[in-house]
């Protein structure tokens, strides 16, 4: 696995995991995408509307980030965010942004499934415009309690148009980020299927296990 950048968070893959050089075709097709378009520069929508829940310390993990957007994004605020992406020339492009916007950032390359989350480490989790079922368990266990999830990605009233993903796993069936996280604080919630179909959450980690006050 290649580390574009370590400053705090060595990448440890699990046990056995694959080789991307030479494994991953769709490492390739991600790369030529990034490569004939470059990936938006400005962070989305659902972390600048609330991005006064965002903490100033502590760290930050943008799962598939992509160019780094929200990476960087919450580098600004204060945090050590770390971003994870299957494409090195994604990451590329979120290391050039972090220069610009003068922050520091770690990247890591890494595919999701082979990646090892480490356990109560993360006061933020970022995921979007992803969705696998997989992740769910890990992203639970690597927050830290009190910590929050920002999560919006496509939904399944998506498929009715014909920009953006066409194979229903990669899409939210209806509710469904409500019902994995239903045992934390959600403070946010929408589904929308206008122009396109989204679904948002921002949920929060309970501060004593097995309590969803805090």
Same mark, same amino acid.
């Given at each position: ?58 760290r ?20 050590r965010?770390?971003?994870? /992406?299957?494409?090195?020339?994604? #990451? @590329? ?9 003068k *922050? &520091? =950032? /770690?990247?890591?390359?890494?595919? #999701? @499934? ?9 006061? *933020? &989790? =970022?995921?979007?415009y ?42 939210l ?42």
């Open positions: 696995m290649i580390l574009v950048h370590a400053r705090c968070f060595p990448y440890r893959p699990k046990a056995g995991a694959p080789n991307l050089n030479y494994l991953k075709p769709e490492l390739f097709s991600w790369n030529d995408r990034y490569r004939e378009a470059p990936a938006p520069v400005e962070p989305c929508q659902i972390l600048t509307q609330f991005s006064h829940l965002i903490p100033d310390a502590g930050a993990l943008d799962l598939a980030c992509g160019g780094g957007r929200n990476t960087v994004f919450l580098a600004q605020h204060g945090l965010a770390i971003g994870i /992406d299957l494409s090195r020339k994604a #990451l @590329e492009q979120g290391r050039e942004l972090a220069r610009q916007r *922050v &520091i =950032v /770690d990247w890591v390359q890494a595919d #999701l @499934e082979s990646f090892s989350f480490p356990p109560a480490t993360f006061d *933020v &989790i =970022v995921c979007t992803f969705r696998d079922p997989k992740l769910y368990a890990p992203i639970r266990e690597s927050l830290r309690p009190g910590g929050l999830l920002f999560y919006e990605t496509f939904s399944r009233e998506h498929l009715r148009f014909n920009i953006g993903p066409k194979n229903p796993v990669h899409v069936e209806p509710a469904e980020l409500l019902l994995v996280f239903a045992d934390w604080r959600v403070m946010f919630y929408r589904e929308r299927w206008i122009d396109r179909g989204i679904a948002a959450l921002i949920a929060r980690k309970p501060a004593v296990q097995g309590s969803r006050q805090l």
